[in-house]
């Protein structure tokens, strides 16, 4: 599903994100990433959606080498990629549902099917009710779950979140993992960046802990949280 391969990634400035990050994941795991802030959590992540390439070393998402992949081609690779972030990045003169259908109008779906999809998609995440409503209308758990239902909405195998729960309370943290879990348990793949140590640690998936830019460790069970800073990347 994800591998890297000696991967680094250096900026104009200099700046070394990425160092050498060698990992895979597999078809239908879920697993965490997390580090101190500038670790290169958010880089990795943008690698893998193609809004940043490698300097060296090979990335391979869905059996594509992301190396090799054409600017032509970068809206064919996203459309199986679902994207979460912590700011939401809604429309906010637009409604719930209009949000969720943004991809699939992109994508050119027809009338009837995106009304299906979205539809389905929002009850997913609990807000079917609210399709009409304005994001600026929602709390910000609400809105966090308008940006699941959107990056969902055309069913792709992998998901990537970028500190989904940065924002939100513990409850309504736990709330949007256990909507991960249920994404997970019908063969989503997910990876989720997060600096929540206690949130990693209650849910017992594998983490990779990042810093400085390289990938420092790789555990299948949890970390304490003594053992890497809990700033946002």
Same mark, same amino acid.
């Given at each position: 599903?994800?591998?890297?391969?000696?991967?680094?990634?250096?900026?104009?400035?200099?700046?070394?994100?990425?160092?050498?990050?060698?990992?895979?994941?597999?078809?239908?795991?879920?697993?965490?990433?997390?580090?101190?802030?500038?670790?290169?959590?958010?880089?990795?992540?943008?690698?893998?959606?193609?809004?940043?390439?490698?300097?060296?070393?090979?990335?391979?998402?869905?059996?594509?080498?992301?190396?090799?992949?054409?600017?032509?081609?970068?809206?064919?690779?996203?459309?199986?990629?679902?994207?979460?972030?912590?700011?939401?990045?809604?429309?906010?003169?637009?409604?719930? =549902?209009?949000? @969720?259908?943004?991809? *699939?109008? &992109? %994508?050119?779906?027809?009338?009837?099917? $995106?009304?299906?999809?979205?539809?389905?998609?929002?009850?997913?995440?609990?807000?079917?009710?609210?399709?009409?409503?304005?994001?600026?209308?929602?709390?910000?758990?609400?809105?966090?779950?308008?940006?699941?239902?959107?990056?969902?909405?055309?069913?792709?195998?992998?998901?990537?979140?970028?500190?989904?729960?940065?924002?939100?309370?513990?409850?309504?943290?736990?709330?949007?993992?256990?909507?991960?879990?249920? =994404?997970?348990? @019908?063969?989503?793949? *997910?990876? &989720? %960046?997060?600096?929540?140590?206690?949130? $990693?640690?209650?849910?017992?998936?594998?983490?990779?802990?990042?810093?400085?830019?390289?990938?420092?460790?790789?555990?299948?069970?949890?970390?304490?949280?003594?053992?890497?800073?809990?700033?946002?990347?």
């Amino acid at each position: 599903m994800i591998e890297f391969a000696e991967v680094s990634k250096r900026y104009p400035n200099g700046q070394e994100a990425l160092k050498k990050v060698s990992f895979e994941i597999a078809d239908g795991e879920m697993a965490f990433l997390t580090g101190h802030s500038g670790a290169g959590k958010s880089t990795l992540l943008k690698l893998i959606c193609l809004m940043e390439r490698a300097t060296s070393g090979q990335v391979v998402v869905n059996n594509k080498n992301l190396n090799r992949t054409s600017r032509r081609k970068i809206p064919s690779v996203r459309r199986n990629i679902g994207m979460i972030f912590q700011d939401h990045r809604l429309l906010f003169d637009r409604s719930v =549902f209009d949000n @969720v259908a943004l991809p *699939l109008m &992109i %994508a050119g779906y027809p009338h009837r099917e $995106i009304g299906r999809r979205v539809r389905a998609s929002l009850d997913k995440v609990g807000l079917l009710s609210k399709e009409k409503y304005s994001p600026i209308m929602l709390s910000g758990g609400e809105q966090q779950r308008v940006g699941i239902a959107r990056a969902v909405v055309n069913k792709p195998p992998l998901l990537l979140a970028d500190e989904p729960t940065g924002n939100l309370d513990p409850e309504l943290s736990a709330e949007i993992m256990h909507l991960f879990e249920q =994404f997970n348990q @019908v063969g989503v793949s *997910l990876l &989720i %960046a997060s600096h929540d140590l206690s949130l $990693i640690a209650q849910m017992h998936y594998r983490t990779l802990v990042m810093k400085e830019g390289r990938l420092v460790q790789d555990q299948v069970d949890t970390i304490t949280s003594s053992e890497e800073g809990s700033d946002e990347s």
